[in-house]
């Protein structure tokens, strides 16, 4: 079993900055990826973007060059850096981790932090 805990949410003006934490319950290391997905109201959940335990970034294009995600391996923790913020990035935010092992591949979830941008 894997916890993960999101930080960092709250209400910004547009063309400002937040910074998400999640903080695991396990050695990120174990993880095969770790990445960050939003949902707004009413559309289905979309990757922002996930980095594998080899370092490989991959972000969204819509994210692109305004977001960065960081990892503190000392703390099990990873960030999600959001700069430049548009309304359109309104949405609750959830960490992932993916687990694989022999007896196969599990997803986990955060409870997801919620990030408003207003106008």
């Known amino acids: 079993q894997v916890q993960l805990v999101e930080s960092g949410g709250g209400l910004v003006q547009a063309g400002g900055s937040l910074r998400l934490s999640c903080a695991a319950s396990r050695s990120i290391f174990t993880m095969h990826h770790m990445g960050w997905y939003r949902q707004a109201p009413g559309k289905q959940r979309e990757l922002v973007v996930t980095?594998?335990?080899?370092?490989?970034?991959f972000y969204a294009d819509s994210v692109k060059g305004r977001f960065t995600t960081s990892r503190d391996n000392a703390k099990n923790t990873v960030h999600l850096q959001m700069n430049s913020l548009k309304p359109e990035d309104t949405a609750t935010y959830y960490c992932n981790a993916r687990l694989v092992t022999t007896m196969g591949t599990t997803d986990y979830w955060g409870q997801g932090t919620q990030v408003t941008v207003s106008d």
């Open positions: 980095m594998t335990a080899g370092g490989v970034i």
